[in-house]
């Protein structure tokens, strides 16, 4: 065996720097992985955060002395905590009753087809002089009135994680809680004015 042989096993046995080696296989894999749970653990705290300001500003939206603007600041607040930079938007829509959500205006569907079309009868629920299908309007309603209280959050996530595929661009969340208002006065029944459809 020539020194070529003997430098050949001394190569075969020599096992220094193999940790190196292994680290740095096993790293991006790891660290890829430890991101993403870190990234998963802040979606659903951050779900979790938005479910709970919701529900706070729509019990204190069905006061009397419901005041809407500070209860979206107070959402967009505690969810800015979580989530700087998010943009958060909020939407009510009142109702009369529960049986009313997301419920169209009555009307003479002549055809069937689901829609008011031209020259069908309606009657004007929501007083906003045209046909709707969605009776609801979009405010906090008045007493005693139903209202689903809906917040959007867009953010861009917190942890990046190298090798995503669409796991670094802004996301979407949402929470929606419905409530009734308090009867502090007399609620507004639904219109009854007549109208065709154009």
């Known amino acids: 065996?020539?020194?070529?042989?003997?430098?050949?096993?001394?190569?075969?046995?020599?096992?220094?720097?193999?940790?190196?080696?292994?680290?740095?296989?096993?790293?991006?894999?790891?660290?890829?992985?430890?991101?993403?749970?870190?990234?998963m653990g802040h979606w659903a705290y951050l779900t979790a955060v938005l479910r709970g300001a919701v529900n706070q500003a729509a019990r204190s939206d069905s006061l009397e002395t419901a005041d809407t603007a500070k209860a979206d600041a107070y959402v967009m607040s505690i969810v800015k905590g979580v989530a700087p930079g998010a943009i958060v938007t909020s939407k009510r829509v009142s109702y009369y009753d529960f049986a009313d959500i997301k419920r169209a205006e009555a009307w003479n569907d002549k055809n069937g087809n689901g829609v008011c079309d031209r020259s069908e009868a309606y009657t004007d629920e929501n007083r906003n002089g045209r046909w709707d299908a969605d009776v609801g309007t979009e405010d906090n309603?008045?007493?005693?009135?139903?209202?689903?209280?809906?917040?959007?959050?867009?953010?861009?996530?917190?942890?990046?994680?190298?090798?995503?595929?669409?796991?670094?661009?802004?996301?979407?969340?949402?929470?929606?809680v419905v409530k009734k208002n308090?009867?502090?006065?007399?609620?507004?029944?639904?219109?009854?004015?007549?109208?065709?459809?154009?």
């Open 1 to 39: 065996m020539g020194r070529a042989g003997a430098l050949s096993r001394r190569c075969r046995e020599d096992q220094r720097g193999a940790t190196v080696v292994e680290f740095a296989i096993a790293a991006p894999i790891l660290i890829t992985l430890l991101l993403g749970i870190y990234d």
């Open 182 to 198: 308090q009867p502090y006065a007399l609620q507004e029944k639904y219109g009854s004015a007549a109208g065709t459809c154009s």
């Open 141 to 176: 309603g008045g007493a005693n009135d139903v209202v689903l209280y809906s917040v959007t959050v867009t953010y861009t996530p917190v942890f990046f994680i190298p090798f995503g595929t669409g796991t670094n661009t802004s996301r979407t969340i949402s929470a929606s």
